[in-house]
């Protein structure tokens, strides 16, 4: 339980254990869902989403593409992998290796986003998204570009990008897009102009991306705040930070059942010192106020 210390007005009024105004986002700011669509797009651009992540049917050879098989190179060496990490789930062996080779092309063959066209694989690379085959990274220097820079084949992206961490949001988004531009068709649905959601009043989204935290007043008084969650009192305000520390040091429970507190002079020090309390200790350890 992180704690901290905060100097506040003496009147200050807020009630315990709610979080501050001022940290959390208003719910004036909160939009009407769109009438027209669940995420922005454009019902054709609704579609490309679905076949990207595989939640409808989707044909590779649509883009060009050949479809992985079991006994491909890829598939196999996925296989390999999975198995030689866990073999007490997979099972070993000739038939544990097949299972999981036709599993895994099942999962690939169902998705736009294991299938790229060229023309995806070339929006990619406009945007600067394909960056390893255009840059080599340098030590202390970062990405730098090839001399030669490699223009990979969509061939080549989907081999490559089945044993890393794959496609991003990003990424398909430039493809949606790119494809809504070929395609001749709307990238965002017309009813929210890919917001999702509409505003309940004029400029309402202005306001609500011109908002920022605020912290509470300081004044003289003394008080201690929780701050895991976005920050709220967990006492009233005192006049001082010998009356503070008295009341933390007779309630420890204040505090949590990990954290050691010496004798009241230590609390009263600490506070004095406007102090704070981490949430992350190891539990052999104690935090201990000196």
């Known amino acids: 339980m992180s704690r901290e210390v905060r ?6 009024q807020w009630p315990l254990n709610l979080v501050w105004e001022g940290y959390e986002w208003p719910e004036r700011f909160r939009e009407e869902s769109c009438p027209d669509c669940e995420d922005g ?3 054709e651009a609704f579609v490309f989403s679905r076949e990207w992540y595989g939640y409808i049917p989707f044909d590779p050879t649509s883009t060009g593409s050949t479809p992985f098989l079991a006994e491909g190179p890829e598939a196999q060496r996925w296989a390999e992998i999975q198995i030689s990490r866990n073999s007490g789930f997979y099972g070993r062996g000739a038939d544990a290796l097949n299972r999981e080779a036709q599993r895994i092309v099942g999962y690939w063959n169902e998705s736009w986003s294991h299938h790229l066209s060229q023309a995806d694989v070339d929006a990619l690379l406009e945007a600067e998204r394909l960056i ?11 990405w730098v570009e090839k001399a030669n820079p490699i223009h990979p084949t969509a061939a080549q992206v989907n081999s490559g990008y089945l044993f890393g961490l ?3 949001s990003i990424n398909a988004s430039i493809c949606m897009r790119a494809r809504a531009e070929r395609e001749g068709v709307p990238y965002t649905c017309a009813t929210c102009k890919g917001h999702a959601s509409l505003e309940v009043y004029p400029g309402q989204r202005a306001e609500a991306e011109a908002w920022e935290h605020t912290d509470p007043p300081t004044g003289e008084g003394w008080q201690l705040w929780e701050t895991t969650s976005e920050g709220s009192p967990v006492t009233r305000v005192f006049e001082s930070a010998e009356k503070l520390g008295a009341y933390l040091y007779a309630r420890p429970e204040l505090f949590g059942p990990a954290w050691k507190v010496r004798d009241e002079a230590s609390v009263i020090s600490w506070v004095q010192s406007e102090g704070w ?8 350890e104690k935090a201990v106020i000196q």
């Open 166 to 168: 794959g496609h991003d």
């Open 132 to 142: 390893e085959y255009t840059h080599d990274f340098v030590s202390g220097e970062g």
């Open 7 to 12: 100097r506040v007005p003496l009147d200050f």
């Open 277 to 284: 309390i981490p949430s992350g200790i190891f539990p052999e």
């Open 41 to 43: 797009y454009s019902p």
